[in-house]
């Protein structure tokens, strides 16, 4: 059996008077790639602000990696080994490619001004070494990308700007990695070649552990291992793409439920 890499238990959200997440258990096993679907507001992103540490829960408690991070702060969390990338891109659009990627491994390194001034050569090294893992991302996801890595990002199509999204939150080498809707903002075929790109990456990494928030389904049911299923911050069910779309219930969530004659 796969080794369960994080779970929640009675995992609960509250704003005010609105419940965004309502007592949600979920494991997630260590190689999985989980589609977390659901309709508009069913509270998939509010998961993912919470485990990250960006609001604390109001109940319940999450596990990672054999420890217990309920409420840990974001730099804890990336300490810990979880990544994520954001609907709304949060790249800085004057900045080099390589700029925006080492963004996401800042915490890692000693940025301290005496440290940096008289220890050049260390400094020197290890913005070589920096660089060398940044241009062994680029080339997971588009190689062509390698030589523009110190252009600004405002010069890429949207599929290039995922692209290094996706390559920042995975230079800290995550264990999790948290994908919220890579998808936005491309076209259908530029979904499917990043999906594509993101399956081979995850061929070469297979201890990496991804949840990934689309709505697309027929993307889930290409790239997922396993599904789970929020709706108004509740679990309908997890299991096989083909499970779940084929559940009454989820149906339901995002059709509607089908009035009889006798509600006419």
Do not use: W
Not at 118 to 144: D, G, H, W
Not at 194 to 204: F, N
């Amino acid at each position: 059996m796969n080794k369960v890499l994080f779970s929640c238990e009675g995992l609960t959200m509250k704003f005010g008077g609105l419940t965004a997440l309502n007592r949600l258990d979920l494991g997630i096993d260590e190689g999985d790639i989980l589609g977390l679907v659901g309709p508009n507001g069913s509270g998939k992103t509010t998961f993912f602000n919470v485990v990250t540490g960006i609001y604390r829960p109001t109940e319940g408690r999450v596990f990672f990696d054999g420890k217990d991070i309920t409420g840990a702060s974001s730099q804890t969390v990336f300490e810990a080994g979880i990544a994520r990338t954001f609907q709304r891109s949060r790249l800085c659009l004057e900045l080099s490619i390589f700029d925006n990627i080492m963004i996401g491994n800042f915490k890692r390194h000693d940025l301290g001004f005496v440290s940096n001034i008289f220890r050049r050569k260390t400094f020197q090294k290890t913005c070589e070494e920096e660089v060398e893992k940044a241009i062994e991302l680029i080339r997971l996801l588009n190689p062509e990308l390698v030589g523009s890595i110190h252009k600004p990002v405002a010069d890429l199509s949207m599929i290039d700007r995922r692209r290094i999204e996706i390559c920042r939150a995975l230079i800290g080498k995550p264990k999790l990695l948290f994908l919220d809707e890579p998808s936005a903002g491309m076209t259908h075929d530029e979904t499917n070649q990043l999906m594509d790109e993101i399956l081979a990456m995850k061929s070469d990494e297979r201890q990496l552990t991804i949840v990934l928030i689309e709505h697309e389904m027929g993307i889930i049911g290409k790239v997922t291992t396993r599904c789970a299923v929020l709706n108004f911050g509740e679990k309908l069910c997890d299991g096989t793409y083909q499970s779940i779309v084929e559940n009454p219930l989820v149906q339901e969530a995002y059709l509607g439920r089908e009035v009889t004659e006798d509600e006419v």
